[in-house]
């Protein structure tokens, strides 16, 4: 279970790095269409090769990868069909097109369908891949792409930053928004590919996205986003993992919707930006506004031969159009917050209250 | 060749297949051009992956029946795309990340809920939900197609009934809201529509490639004609073909090996886009080609 853990851990930290900037980007769902082709490269290389084992597959893979970016890409171009929908044919296609020829050329090799399509964590620890005479673990691929992420995003964090949030910027002083723009997707390809083994090819746009997107509510800063979004793909492993081994059910499956789990928690409890903390400020918003319209109508009428009528405490729910309980709860919250007093059965404002109501009309 | 067809279509698997995926074809052709119109397109991905937990929990609580499936995964669908609109909403998660993040988190559990499904609960076997992966089409019984055909019948009728309403909600929201039209209940409408047509061909054609049969269809009618009316067409009739050559073609391969009809239907439809991309009366790329070529010897 250890083991387990490390895997699912190192795959979330790798693909939360490159998927900081997915979602900055607005380029999430690109990920979702890489993750899917990653199949056909595999299937199409291994006809090459003719050989489960040999490295050429991940080449091939992370190239259909930048194949499929390519392709969504011409498409838009002919301005025929909208990006989202050029994605929604692309990838399918291809993932189809690998499906089927998996199922039609590879039988009994181990191969199958369901087991590329649910991802094998627990085969990361064996040697598997043969390069350079050495038998070389997924794990061990995984751990070099993540330093190859590590390594370019510390390289690279100014020229991403800038690109990223004022692209026009980037361009005009001179770093080439397309050789970034296709460095990243290069960088998400290979991602994709040392995750695909582990995860299978639906659950790593999640493993992307999801820890990016927690991220993203908790900070504004770039730098501590990234070691943010690492450390919720962490989390998330560990629950995850740790879930699956009590209910004998599938790893990477229990990950993915772990990371759902944390995602939830701070959507609704994030410090100042979350679902509660955004309900409280709209409470304490609609509060201090209705002592302001109250200290606004007294300010009005304060000095007027009026005033007799209109501050009276009890015709409140008349003169603003609250109901009884509503005044009631104002008038007491402005009493204990020092706005107004209580003159018989008059309200009066005080400095406080009457500096409230100043700032409404702009006056000093 | 004709014999040849003659031949598949006397055995009464491959006819029922083939009906079915034709009727799933033509619903999911006719909402695919909304979503499509609207840019959605990838709506149809999320539903259908998010589809599986829903029919995970269904088979749990008991349903072995194609229409209490299909109803706790429609459930499940719909949730996720509510999800994704809370989180679109009510945060600054960009609409795509929302969008990728549900279907994976979605997915994942339903991944998870499946294996706990195999290995404790007795029946499971008998009944493989990891069809639903990828879909067998010859695994379609009567009264899937019933399920299919019903269902398929009231979406249809209640798209014929609000068609002017969602016709203006698609292409001009804003005026559709200045007139007084109830446009959130129509965008949820139009929405839960959209989640009835996907998760009915779930048993078919699977929930990864049932997208495919949302979008490909509507992307090609949409290059023979500007006219909503004639691209509703056109799209059932091209994906009513894609379920017929698509579940064809799976039994023709499937005489060597097991192919799965998903990702034969979602080629077939591919192709239809394909050749419309080039084709295309609308603004097919042949003739833009040809117009410049006539344009530049001066003939124009």
């Given at each position: 279970m250890r083991e387990l853990i490390l895997v699912l851990a190192v795959v979330a930290a790798t693909c939360a790095i490159p998927g900081v900037f997915l979602v900055l980007r607005r380029m999430s769902l690109v990920s979702d269409a890489i993750g899917h082709v990653l199949l056909l490269g595999i299937v199409l290389a291994y006809f090459i090769t003719?050989?489960?084992?040999?490295?050429w597959l991940l080449v091939g893979a992370a190239m259909t990868g930048l194949l499929t970016v390519v392709l969504v890409e011409l498409l838009q171009r002919t301005k025929l069909v909208k990006s989202d929908a050029a994605i929604g044919l692309v990838f399918p296609a291809l993932f189809a097109l690998g499906v089927l020829l998996v199922s039609v050329n590879i039988r009994n090799v181990h191969l199958d369908v369901d087991a590329v399509l649910l991802g094998q964590p627990e085969l990361a620890t064996v040697p598997r891949w043969q390069m350079f005479g050495y038998n070389v673990k997924p794990i061990a691929i995984l751990f070099a792409v993540l330093t190859l992420n590590l390594t370019l995003c510390l390289l690279l964090f100014k020229e991403l930053k800038l690109s990223t949030f004022d692209p026009g910027l980037a361009a005009a002083l001179g770093f080439r928004p397309g050789v970034l723009h296709y460095g990243l997707m290069t960088v998400v390809s290979i991602t994709a590919v040392a995750a695909f083994d582990a995860v299978g090819p639906v659950l790593v746009v999640g493993f992307f996205v999801v820890p990016a997107a927690t991220a993203f509510l908790l900070t504004d800063r770039l730098g501590l986003m990234i070691v943010l979004a690492v450390a919720v793909g962490i989390v998330a492993a560990v629950i995850g993992v740790t879930a699956a081994e009590r209910l004998d059910s599938n790893t990477a499956g229990s990950v993915a919707a772990a990371l759902g789990l944390v995602f939830a928690l701070v959507f609704l409890a994030?410090?100042?930006?979350?679902l509660i903390a955004a309900q409280f400020q709209h409470w304490r918003q609609r509060r201090t506004f209705e002592e302001t319209m109250l200290a606004v109508h007294l300010y009005q009428h304060?000095?007027?031969?009026e005033e007799a009528d209109e501050a009276r405490a009890d015709g409140l729910d008349q003169h603003l159009r609250w109901p009884q309980a509503r005044v009631h709860r104002v008038v007491d919250r402005a009493l204990v917050n020092g706005l107004v007093l209580r003159e018989r059965e008059l309200l009066k404002l005080t400095p406080l209250g009457r500096e409230r109501a100043k700032q409404v009309f702009g006056e000093r | 060749m004709i014999n040849t067809l003659r031949t598949i279509f006397d055995s009464p698997g491959v006819r029922d297949a083939a009906l079915g995926t034709a009727l799933l074809g033509i619903v999911a052709g006719v909402m695919g051009c909304f979503a499509v119109l609207r840019r959605q397109s990838l709506q149809g991905d999320v539903i259908s992956h998010a589809a599986l937990p829903g029919v995970a929990v269904a088979f749990l609580l008991g349903a072995r029946g194609p229409l209490l499936l299909v109803l706790g995964g429609a459930i499940a669908g719909w949730v996720a795309l509510m999800l994704v609109g809370v989180i679109g909403r009510r945060s600054r998660v960009p609409v795509d990340a929302a969008l990728g993040g549900t279907l994976a988190v979605f997915f994942g559990l339903g991944l998870a809920l499946m294996r706990y499904i195999q290995v404790n609960v007795p029946d499971a076997s008998r009944h493989p939900l990891d069809r639903f992966l990828f879909g067998q089409a010859a695994l379609l019984r009567d009264s899937d197609l019933w399920a299919i055909g019903t269902i398929g019948a009231v979406v249809l009728l209640l798209l014929s009934l609000v068609w002017k309403e969602l016709k203006l909600l698609t292409f001009d929201p804003d005026y559709a809201a200045s007139v007084g039209m109830p446009v959130r209940r129509l965008d949820l409408l139009l929405t839960t529509l959209t989640v009835v047509a996907v998760v009915i061909g779930l048993k078919a054609v699977g929930v990864v490639l049932m997208t495919a049969l949302l979008v490909a269809p509507a992307a090609a009618a949409r290059q023979w004609t500007n006219r909503l009316g004639s691209m509703v067409v056109l799209a059932a009739a091209f994906g009513a073909l894609s379920g017929i050559g698509g579940t064809v073609l799976s039994h023709q391969l499937g005489s060597r090996a097991a192919v799965p009809t998903g990702p034969t239907i979602v080629l077939v439809a591919t192709g239809f886009v394909l050749f419309s991309l080039v084709?295309?009366?609308?603004?097919g790329l042949a003739w833009e080609v040809r117009w410049r070529s006539v344009a530049k010897q001066g003939n124009l």
């Open positions: 003719r050989n489960l084992d040999s490295p994030a410090p100042g930006r979350g304060e000095g007027t031969p | 084709f295309g009366l609308a603004r």
